[in-house]
């Protein structure tokens, strides 16, 4: 029990915390715009710091490596979609609307940077080529993930008006784009303050975790999910997980020959989805009650490729070193 426990992010208790508050204390009224209003603060707040955080130099650095790079981004904007496209079909009419809308949603994400790069230095490989492969995913998802969930997620009856996209532009785009020019004249002072500020955006994530999750219960909408539901999600959030992961490592070795340290790169880069992303992005496409259920997947999603993934590196790891 107490591996199992090693694997879990004590930050995801941290947002089952906050669900479970959403559910005794759910925000209502008055309260309720004032914590929109301070969501939408954590939302600009996120993504300026993403803007001041992310090299683009590290992703330029990248380009003598471009085979890797594109392999990652293919795997991350075009394979997962399309595995989530033929996915939300097969579960079309077992699971509530919501929970595929959030399958779907969650294929659409750019990599996480973090993890990748901390799973990738466990496993003993291409370290600086992982740094790179994140940080072009991440700043190319600004852009590419709001156009993949406007053409897919429309195709699917969510209606994504002009209003939207001017408002992932002010919300999203705008404050990356200041934090990236404002990088050569603070980016120093926000790494020397990294670990508080690391508290500050991730306590802007679980006011938006709140926030939607509040909705659904003052709007009754976590009535259409049971326990049966659940047990699904998870299932399927696992076998997307484990088709990815096969997927990555047939290219790594199948395709294109690459070595142990740049097959980790792929495997590690290319399957996973940023939460940290994905949140602020559902908060402003899906404002209404049945926000918290369209996220729901991506929450189960990160929680399962943090468990994996440590698995995985751990055994990169020893078979890197017995070679």
Known sequence: MNRIFRF???????MLLTV???????????????????????????????????????AVSGIMQWRLQLAVLLCTFVIFPMLGTVLTKAVEGSLPQPL????????????????SIAFTSIARGNVPAALCAASASNILGVFISPLLAGWLLTTRGVVLSFDIFRDISLQLLAPFLIGQMLRPWIGGWVQAHRHVLGYTDRGSILLIIYVAFSKGVVDRVWSQVNAVDLVELIGVSAALLAVILIITRLIARRLMHLSIEDEIVLQFCGSKKALSSGLPMASILFSGPQLGLVVLPLMLFHQTQ????????????MRKAAD
């Open 306 to 317: 943090l468990i994996v993934c440590a698995v995985l590196a751990k055994r990169f790891a």
């Open 20 to 58: 479970g508050l959403s559910a005794i204390f759910p925000a209502h009224g008055a309260s309720a715009k004032v914590a929109d209003v301070a969501a939408d603060a954590g939302i600009v707040f996120l993504f300026f710091l993403y803007g001041v955080r992310l090299s683009p130099q590290a």
């Open 8 to 14: 879990i992010d004590p930050y995801i208790l941290l």
């Open 100 to 115: 595929v809308t959030g399958l779907l949603f969650l294929c659409l994400m750019p990599s996480t940077v973090q993890s």
